[in-house]
Nanobody
Framework: QVQLVESGGGLVQPGGSLRLSCTHS????????MGWYRQGPGKQRELVAD???????SYGGSMKDRFTISRDNAKNTVYLQMDSLKPEDTAVYYC?????????????WGQGTQVTVSS
């Protein structure tokens, strides 16, 4: 089993920045691709970004220009650097992970962390 613990959410003004962190409880080889999804008020959950075990990132929608995903496998942690935040970025952000073959590819979700962008 893998537990995902998120941190770094909060209230930020438009144009500001936040850095989200997600740490998993398994060894570095037990988790493959990790990423972030978000769900805003009245909206469906959408992919923000994900990153493979080897560090290859992908971004959903228009995220690439403002967000950067990275990971440190030695620390069991994935990060989401969010810059130039806009009110429409307000959402609950969820960490997501796929287990590696050691965990038979099972999916895992964090509890979510609230990001609010408002003046």
């Amino acid at each position: 089993q893998v537990q995902l613990v998120e941190s770094g959410g909060g209230l930020v003004q438009p144009g500001g920045s936040l850095r989200l962190s997600c740490t998993h409880s398994a060894n570095p080889f037990s988790v493959a691709t990790m990423g972030w999804y978000r769900q805003g008020p009245g909206k469906q959950r959408e992919l923000v970004a994900d990153i493979t075990h080897d560090g290859s990132p992908s971004y959903g929608g228009s995220m690439k220009d403002r967000f950067t995903i990275s990971r440190d496998n030695a620390k069991n942690t994935v990060y989401l650097q969010m810059d130039s935040l806009k009110p429409e970025d307000t959402a609950v952000y969820y960490c997501h992970a796929y287990g590696s073959r050691l965990l038979r590819g099972r999916e895992y979700w964090g509890q979510g962390t609230q990001v609010t962008v408002s003046s």
